[in-house]
T-cell receptor
Framework: RKEVEQDPGPFNVPEGATVAFNCTYSNSASQSFFWYRQDCRKEPKLLMSVYSSGNEDGRFTAQLNRASQYISLLIRDSKLSDSATYLCVVRDYGQNFVFGPGTRLSVLP | EPEVTQTPSHQVTQMGQEVILRCVPISNHLYFYWYRQILGQKVEFLVSFYNNEISEKSEIFDDQFSVERPDGSNFTLKIRSTKLEDSAMYFC???????????FGPGTRLTVL
């Protein structure tokens, strides 16, 4: 049973495009939700936390639907520097943070 | 900006040898984690540590693994007898109290020959 699932990717988009990533999680008791980005052979870095009310940070918008156990990330006006793997992360009860497999994004000139 | 550091950046060892991976979490953080990522695969939780003891561990974290906070700054992961399948990136992370945000170190690449 996969606890956190994401779009398999890769996504190849032109600069300036809008791209959306989807994530679902299996544990309805999950408490906190995050999007991280990971560059090749680097550590994951927090992009944004995800709140039930939805949140936006510049070109990035995250949404959470607890009833559907679904999380999304929207990137507008994509830049070459957005090329990375985007990781959906869910915190279960306790200290366990569960990572999704990631969706790779390549923004093309 | 404070950051998590890890040493070494790359460790090569022979199968059956013991390795110790070292991490220095952010100084006022209370929760510490080890994760591993096999090349091309997802990040996998190994263990969490709080108040000088393990708070949770995954199925991967078997008797070959141990963690320790030997002093006020270091947090170590020991693998007693390495196997080929232990080859991976090992990431340390820490977080403060009253926050869910984890900060990751740059990782140690472990290669078992």
């Amino acid at each position: 049973r996969k606890e956190v699932e994401q779009d398999p990717g890769p996504f190849n988009v032109p600069e300036g495009a809008t791209v959306a990533f989807n994530c679902t999680y299996s544990n309805s008791a999950s408490q906190s939700f995050f999007w991280y980005r990971q560059d090749c052979r680097k550590e994951p870095k927090l992009l944004m936390s995800v709140y039930s009310s939805g949140n936006e940070d510049g070109r990035f918008t995250a949404q959470l639907n607890r009833a559907s156990q679904y999380i999304s990330l929207l990137i507008r006006d994509s830049k070459l520097s957005d090329s990375a793997t985007y990781l959906c992360v869910v915190r279960d009860y306790g200290q366990n943070f569960v990572f999704g497999p990631g969706t790779r994004l390549s923004v093309l000139p | 900006e404070p950051e998590v550091t890890q040493t070494p950046s790359h460790q090569v060892t022979q199968m059956g040898q013991e390795v110790i991976l070292r991490c220095v979490p952010i100084s006022n953080h209370l929760y510490f984690y080890w994760y591993r990522q096999i090349l091309g695969q997802k990040v996998e939780f190994l263990v969490s540590f709080y108040n000088n003891e393990i708070s949770e561990k995954s199925e991967i974290f078997d008797d070959q693994f141990s963690v320790e906070r030997p002093d006020g700054s270091n947090f170590t992961l020991k693998i007693r007898s390495t196997k080929l399948e232990d080859s991976a990136m090992y990431f340390c992370a820490s977080r403060g109290d009253n926050t869910d945000t984890q900060y990751f170190g740059p990782g140690t690449r472990l290669t078992v020959l």
